[in-house]
Structures are given as structure tokens and as C-alpha cells.
């Protein structure tokens, strides 16, 4: 499997907080954030979504103390690439990992991995 460093970007987004999940319908892949998010939403990740061929909106969803704020994709080639890297569908946080395409991958495609993983899910603490 070859990704592109958006791709790479956006798995590590999606280890972090994607969610991909059936419907009735079909299947669906979100990534959500706090409200305060809003702007890496609209212009981060859609300028990801964009350079791989996806064109999305911001969306509000509710839930939590707030309501949170994402984008959102209906698209099965788009969720067989992640499952081609190895995600499944359904709750994901006891069984994610790094996919193997980004172990085998050089070291730009390894950065924007963690890049994304870091951005949905990273925390620098300082005492």
C-alpha cells in the first residue's frame, strides 16, 4: 500500500480521534475535537482531505459538556483505506495501533504520522 504525507497525516489523526463506524446506510469516518478546535478543522484537516480528493464542512455535532466540532466522510473507498492500514470499524481504544504502512514507511511519511497523531491527541506538559 503507498500513501501520500496527507495520508500519512491523516491516519495519525485517526489513531488520535477518528472514529469509523456502520450504518444502515454505509460507512462513516469522523474526526472530532473540542469547539475551540474549530479552526484546524476548517482549515488543517479539510486542506488534508482536499489534497487527497475529499471535499468536506465543518460540522457541530452535541455531546460532552459542550458539543464538539469535526468533519465527517461518507465514503467507502475512503474507508477502505483505513482498514487497508489496518483500523477496524467500531470502538478502537483498546486495539489501535501504528499501521504497518507507517513502520515500513520512510522517515517524512513517519513524521506526518505522528504529526497527526500529536495534533488529535497529544499533550505537552510542563512543571
Not at 482536499?50 to 459538556?65: C, E
Amino acid at each position: 500500500m503507498k500513501i501520500s504525507e496527507p495520508t500519512a497525516e491523516l491516519l495519525g489523526m485517526h489513531a488520535g480521534d477518528g472514529t469509523l463506524y456502520r450504518t444502515n446506510t454505509g460507512i462513516v469516518w469522523e474526526l472530532r475535537g473540542s469547539l475551540d478546535e474549530k479552526r484546524f478543522y476548517d482549515h488543517h484537516v479539510k486542506n488534508l482531505l482536499k489534497k487527497i480528493g475529499y471535499t468536506v464542512s465543518g460540522r457541530f455535532r452535541t455531546g460532552g459538556k459542550n458539543g464538539c466540532y469535526g468533519v465527517r466522510i461518507c465514503n467507502l473507498q475512503f474507508a477502505n483505506l483505513l482498514i487497508r492500514a489496518g483500523f477496524t470499524s467500531g470502538t478502537k481504544s483498546s486495539t489501535v495501533r501504528v499501521p504497518k504502512v507507517i513502520f515500513q514507511a520512510n522517515k517524512d511519511l513517519k513524521s506526518a504520522f505522528i504529526r497527526g497523531l500529536f495534533a488529535t491527541d497529544g499533550t505537552v506538559y510542563i512543571s
